[in-house]
């Protein structure tokens, strides 16, 4: 069983046997989503929005040989620093990654996978992984929208960047079965930006309901996760424009060097921060902490 190789924290399996809401976290947004120091300063910080909106926050990460579920100071510190040298870990890297004892970042879907595990149903992160743009061509699909298909984890995101082609993503996420669910909104948000011109499946208004909607799907036998779509709050969101042309930018750089496989997605978000300065940086960090408050308060209705 690999639950053999959980190390659940203390906190968080009281927690967990006390029937109180915990949130999982990811860590591939510390080692590769953002740099250092502010991936770390942003990964306490998220820890602590969960603690004020009542419940408690689980990091998820390899370390030495183990699955750990809520992270200490100098682990989170250890992945912050690490950036690039800290293995990118999905579905199939987990049991190489726990048998060679390195660090491992959880992407969405393997932190999906070890939450599941440690019997947590709410997650929430900033974007999650979807279907590349150009994916005809290249067959690019994220593993977590498998994921999303398969395991009964919620997770609550600002949507998807326009890094992906999000109309395919959501066809992907409709014929594996996956609800998408705006919280306050109609519109799927694109991350950075309030809209995407696409629609969700359903527009929920609370975190009760939305909770409702999670435990009725369980409770049916219908397994695999939801996607909760949180916009980024208006006052941090960034215009249109200036993300449009560094997303387009930073595709074409791709493509001219070949960047292909599980170093597509964190080129991509590295350039784009690059090429739009600080000002999407300080965005995705507004965003996290939002869907980090979203996420609480969901898993605390459950
Ligand atoms: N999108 C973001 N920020 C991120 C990621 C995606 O806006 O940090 C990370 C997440 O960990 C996600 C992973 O699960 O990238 C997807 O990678 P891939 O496309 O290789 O599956
Ligand atoms: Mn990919």
Redesign the pocket.
């Known amino acids: 069983m690999l639950n053999d190789y959980l190390d659940i924290q203390p906190e968080v399996a009281q927690a967990l046997a006390a029937g109180r809401p915990v949130v999982a976290l990811?860590?591939?947004?510390i080692s590769?989503?953002?740099p250092y120091p502010q991936n770390v300063e942003t990964a306490r910080l998220v820890e602590q929005v969960v603690r004020d909106n009542g419940a408690v926050p689980a990091t998820i990460a390899i370390i030495g040989g183990r699955l750990k579920v809520g992270l200490d100071e100098a682990a989170l510190e250890a992945l912050g620093k690490g950036g690039y040298s800290v293995a990118?870990c999905?579905r199939r890297d987990i049991p190489f990654v726990l048998a060679a004892g390195k660090m491992g970042?959880?992407?969405?879907?393997?932190?999906m996978i070890i939450a599941a595990m440690a019997g947590i149903r709410v997650f929430a992160?900033?974007?999650?992984?979807?279907v590349?743009r150009g994916a005809q061509e290249t067959f690019?699909i994220?593993?977590?929208l498998q994921e999303l298909a398969h395991t009964d984890v919620a997770v609550v995101?600002?949507g998807?960047?326009s890094?992906?082609d999000i109309g395919l993503t959501l066809e992907y996420l409709e014929t594996q079965g996956v609800p998408v669910i705006g919280y306050q909104t109609e519109e799927l948000p694109a991350?950075y930006t309030r809209e995407s011109g696409f629609k969700v499946d359903y527009r929920l208004d609370t975190p009760e309901a939305i909770a409702e909607a999670l435990r009725l799907k369980w409770s049916l036998g219908l397994e695999g996760g939801a996607v909760v779509a949180n916009p980024i709050p208006q006052e941090f969101a960034m215009p249109k424009e200036a993300i449009d042309a560094a997303i387009a930018q930073s595709l074409q750089e791709a493509d001219e060097q070949g960047v292909k496989?599980?170093?597509?997605?964190?080129f991509l978000?590295a350039r784009v921060c690059e090429l739009t300065g600080g000002n999407s940086l300080s965005s995705?960090i507004k965003l996290v902490l939002n869907n980090a408050a979203l996420g609480a308060r969901i898993a605390a209705a459950l």
Do not use: Q, W, Y
């Open positions: 990811e860590s591939t947004i590769h989503g953002m990118k999905s970042a959880t992407t969405v879907a393997s932190t992160t900033g974007g999650i992984g979807g590349h690019d994220s593993a977590d995101c600002a998807a960047k890094i992906l991350f496989g599980k170093a597509s997605t964190p978000l995705n």
